[in-house]
């Protein structure tokens, strides 16, 4: 079984530039969703994505946008970085919504640094 | 909304001996409750769960939990620590429902020595 895999796993970017980071889910797995960490912090909810469509939404600001593919697959994007985008971005998958655990299954992360 | 306080943010401890992180939630509903475990330079690894029956649950690991509805806490707890302990471990609360947006604690750093 294939675990979440995300890429890139590290990148720097200037402020005002955009950036796309890449999740694939979890084999059986059509729920995506996309956290961020600050250093120092515990991870924030950005989005989650079911069945290619946003279900929900954290407290972030419209430049960042996602996408979900129909093999379940999934991008984060990000407009006009700010200096305090700088984080590691988490995505995790689970079962169809049906499934009653809770449990996420969590990538290793994209690390952002904006300079 | 739900919410999750963390109380210590770092925990030295020396090898063998045990160790608790812990843990209260804020939640108008019902939750299910986490800890997650964050090695250096890698995602985040379930470590136990409550979801329902037994207030006190337990990893494969060592590890063991308790649900406190009552303190509104979810502690967790290891008699006997090792070296690789060493980690970040987040607790985290969803609520039952099929959101699963999970919220998190900012987070506790164990640092096991020798």
């Known amino acids: 079984e294939t675990g979440v895999t995300q890429s890139p796993t590290h990148l720097i970017k200037t402020r005002g530039q955009q950036v796309t980071l890449r999740c694939s889910s979890q084999?059986?797995?059509?729920?995506v969703s996309w956290y961020q960490q600050a250093l120092g912090q515990g991870p924030q909810f950005i989005f989650q994505y079911y069945r290619e469509e946003e279900n929900g939404r954290g407290n972030f600001p419209p430049r960042f946008s996602g996408l979900q593919f129909p093999n379940y697959s999934s991008e984060l994007n990000v407009n006009a970085l700010e200096l305090d985008d700088s984080a590691l971005y988490l995505c995790?998958?689970?079962?169809?919504?049906?499934?009653?655990?809770?449990?996420?299954?969590f990538g290793e992360g994209s690390r952002l640094t904006v300079l | 909304a739900q919410s999750v306080t963390q109380l210590d943010s770092q925990v030295p401890v020396f090898e063998e001996a045990p160790v608790e992180l812990r843990c209260n939630y804020s939640s108008s509903v019902s939750v299910y409750l986490f800890w997650y475990v964050q090695y250096p330079n890698q995602g985040l690894q379930l470590l136990l769960k409550?979801?329902?029956?037994?207030?006190l649950v337990e990893s494969i690991n060592g590890f063991e939990a308790e649900f406190n509805k009552s303190q509104t806490s979810f502690h967790l707890r290891k008699p006997s620590v090792h070296i690789s302990d060493t980690a970040e471990y987040f607790c985290?609360?969803?609520?039952?429902?099929?959101?699963?947006?999970?919220?998190f604690g900012a987070g506790t750093t164990v640092t096991v020595r020798a």
């Open positions: 409550y979801l329902s029956g037994s207030t």
């Open positions: 985290a609360v969803t609520r039952r429902s099929n959101d699963y947006k999970l919220s």
């Open positions: 084999s059986g797995h059509n729920t």
């Open positions: 995790a998958s689970r079962p169809g919504q049906g499934t009653n655990t809770g449990e996420l299954f």
